[in-house]
């Protein structure tokens, strides 16, 4: 079991940054591959990101790309979103995922339980 507890959302200007934190429990982090998921009110979650479990690799949704950066600190069990050049179509409460595979399609085994984003213009 992995619980994974989400933080740093809030509430910015169009073009400002703000870097999301995934925290897990358990000794078992570095086992899972992670990834970071959004939706916005009136629509289906959408995968946004993706780092493998040593962090060699990294997925990116095309509308995210060059603005976004996905890391992870496995010694601290923590994964983290960066997220820059926010835009208004941004705004979605974000999801912190532990994935079995990264894929595509990415394959989910735990949900965070969710952080707030809101990008005003």
């Known amino acids: 079991q992995v619980q994974l507890v989400e933080s740093g959302g809030g509430l910015v200007q169009a073009g400002d940054s703000l870097r999301l934190s995934c925290a897990a429990s358990g000794r078992t982090f570095s086992s899972y591959d992670m990834g970071w998921f959004r939706q916005a009110p009136g629509k289906e979650r959408e995968f946004v990101t993706g780092?493998?479990?040593?962090?060699?690799?990294?997925h990116y949704v095309d509308s995210v790309k060059g603005r976004f950066t996905i890391s992870r600190d496995n010694a601290k069990n923590t994964v983290y979103l960066q997220m820059n050049s926010l835009k208004p179509e941004d705004t979605a409460v974000y999801y912190c995922a532990a994935l079995l595979r990264v894929g595509p399609p990415p394959a989910v085994a735990y949900w965070g339980q969710g952080t707030q984003v809101t990008v005003s213009s």
């Open positions: 780092i493998t479990r040593s962090g060699g690799s990294t």
